[in-house]
């Protein structure tokens, strides 16, 4: 479905992508895991056509989507829930959904508000909260509100940048929940996550991202759990030699994690 | 002083006070969609009410269409300013995009001093022959005028902000700029169309402020630009409702100054009301509301 062939991205002088290639298979759940500044919120950005790439081809059913701006990659069917959610902190609840289906204001405004009432009865809490402004909810509040929001671009394939930071296990489990009944309902989700061990409970397929380039792709299973998590928190690639010690460094530089 | 002169005079600088409400907003709305400061925001509305007594010299129009004839010139010259001062010079440096507004203000200010030979301006008057008295008390009928206009103005500018799908854009642009990105808002288009809105409220303002004063004359750009800041300032940077009441507050704190220490002294106190607010608070008088995770 979503087809990345040696992409190359960065910031600067400094190098984020160096040649991905991944691929995402129509239906199911894809993630990618990789320790913090391996690049995968720059893929994610990259796709979503908020950075440039500098090489590579970003294909999406079949049709070359690379450099696209950012409305036309979300017309034709990609939406990414960003990392930290992002909300319209000023907004309420209700108008955030709304900006989510900005694409189809104006023409197609009776599908919007039953698109809004479909999503509020997946997400209860957030019918509840329809006038509370965003900034003020709490942070699984906002993690499914950025979901929403996305959904309501009608995306057919569903990118999620660490949907769980930051949460408590609690709402980790539910918002996983809420990925696996999205898929089930037939929506592609291409998922980024830290957190490997609930990824992989609900990956069809995944892939290791370490300092800028895919190092595995597999089925859960293929590699042990220990492995993944080591390289996906430590990211114990085959490029880095660096002492152990060393790469547990605050990785807050100039680079968006991910 | 007695009583009445002081209501007298600060009446009479609430209702002009509602000008620097709008010159206020159009400062305050970029900035808060961009987070630039674009100083040739005056000049441009200034610019727009030359432009429409220039159209007047060659057809005899009615005052109210001169009044839209400034607005929909200061759309057009705030585009302008977009193309050349943001469009297309580097949004990271915060210093390049302020220095091109310096210019441009600079630029615009020279070509009307250049079309006019720097002499004054009649600008038509409305509703200038009316006068409200409730004994020793008054209302001039052209500040009254100003006053409902500009009322008129924010009430569209609200319903375009909170009701319409290009106010879903601005705000989301502002307060979240990668999501609106995300959600398929662009960038580019959002803040070229807020400069517009903008300079339509300017040139209005721009038009109010001939009218009220009866000339043009460039003199009045750097006063407009300054106290437009200053406005944003006391209101909060981005907050319209803060412009607004802030707009009016300094329309009544310097025309009381104006009353009672006369002309020479009034912009003084102006500017030291500026420097109790950027110490006391530099937030403006209401702090915006902080995000929780």
């Known amino acids: 479905m979503l087809e990345i062939d040696g992409i190359a991205a960065a910031y600067g002088n400094i190098e984020a992508l160096r040649g991905v290639d991944l691929l995402v298979e129509e239906g199911g759940i894809t993630c990618l895991l990789g320790p913090n500044g391996a690049g995968k919120t720059t893929l994610m950005m990259t796709i979503a056509g908020i950075l440039k790439p500098r090489r590579g081809t970003i294909s999406f059913l079949d049709r070359n989507i690379t450099g696209m701006t950012p409305s036309g990659v979300v017309r034709r069917g990609i939406a990414l829930v960003p990392e930290n959610r992002l909300v319209f902190p ?39 909260r329809s006038k509370q402004m965003a900034g003020t909810l709490s942070g699984g509040e906002q993690q499914m509100l950025a979901v929403a929001r996305a959904l309501m671009a009608r995306p057919k394939l ?48 995944f892939f290791l991202l370490e300092q800028g380039q895919v190092t595995f792709s597999g089925k859960p299973g293929q590699l042990s759990e220990h492995e993944v998590i080591q390289r996906a928190y430590l990211g114990k690639g085959p490029q880095r030699n660096q002492p152990a010690a060393d790469q547990g460094r605050p990785d807050r530089t100039t680079l968006p994690s991910g | 002083m007695d009583w009445l002169d002081f209501f007298q005079s600060i009446t009479d600088g609430l209702l002009f006070g509602s000008i620097y409400a709008l010159i206020g907003i159009g400062f305050t709305l970029i900035f808060g969609v961009m987070h630039k400061i674009n100083l040739a925001y005056g000049a441009a509305s200034i610019a727009g009410a030359y432009v429409s007594i220039a159209v007047a010299a060659y057809v005899p129009l009615p005052a109210l269409v001169t009044f839209l004839i400034a607005a929909i010139a200061s759309g057009g010259i705030a585009f302008l300013i977009y193309l050349a001062n943001f469009r297309f010079i580097p949004l990271a440096s915060p210093l390049a995009t302020l220095m091109a507004t310096v210019g441009m203000l600079i630029l615009i200010d020279e070509i009307v001093v250049h079309a006019t030979d720097g002499m004054p301006q009649p600008y038509p008057a409305l509703f200038a022959d009316i006068y409200i008295e409730w004994g020793d008390f008054g ?32 705000r989301a642009v502002a307060q979240q700029p990668v999501a609106a990105q995300l959600a398929g808002i662009s960038l580019d288009r959002t803040n070229a169309l807020t400069f517009v809105i903008t300079g339509l409220l300017g040139g209005l303002a721009g038009a109010m402020i001939g009218a009220s004063v009866g000339v043009l004359s460039p003199l009045l750009v750097v006063p407009i630009t300054v106290k437009g800041l200053i406005v944003c300032v006391i ?9 607004i009441i802030a707009g009016l ?4 704190f310097e025309n009381f100054f104006l009353a009672f220490r006369g002309v020479t002294e009034r912009d003084m106190y102006v500017m030291l009301l500026l420097f109790v607010f950027l110490v006391f608070r530099p937030g403006g008088i209401f702090s915006r509301s902080v995000a929780r995770d």
């Not at chain 1, 108008?95 to 009865?121: C, M, P, T, W």
């Not at chain 1, 296990?169 to 898929?183: A, G, H, M, Q």
């Not at chain 2, 507050?249 to 009544?252: D, I, M, P, S, Y």
Request: net charge negative; hydrophobic share 50%.
């Open chain 2, 139 to 170: 209302l001039r009928g052209d500040l009254i005028f100003i006053f409902v206009l500009s009322l008129i103005a924010m009430v569209v500018l609200m319903f375009m902000l909170y009701r319409t799908r290009l106010g879903i854009a601005t």
């Open chain 2, 249 to 252: 507050a300094v329309g009544a």
């Open chain 1, 158 to 205: 569903l990118m999620m940048d660490e949907p769980s930071l930051g949460l408590a296990p609690l709402v980790v489990e539910e918002i996983f929940r809420i990925i696996s009944d999205l898929n089930a309902d037939g929506t592609t989700i291409f998922l980024v996550e830290q957190n490997a061990h609930m990824a992989l409970q609900v990956a069809d397929h």
């Open chain 2, 235 to 243: 209101g909060g940077l981005g907050s319209i409702p803060g412009a």
């Open chain 1, 90 to 128: 000023d907004m309420n609840v209700h108008e955030n959904l709304v900006a989510g289906a900005y694409l189809r204001l104006g023409k197609r405004k009776s599908q919007v508000q039953q698109d809004i009432d479909h999503v509020f009865e997946r997400f209860p809490r957030l019918q509840e």
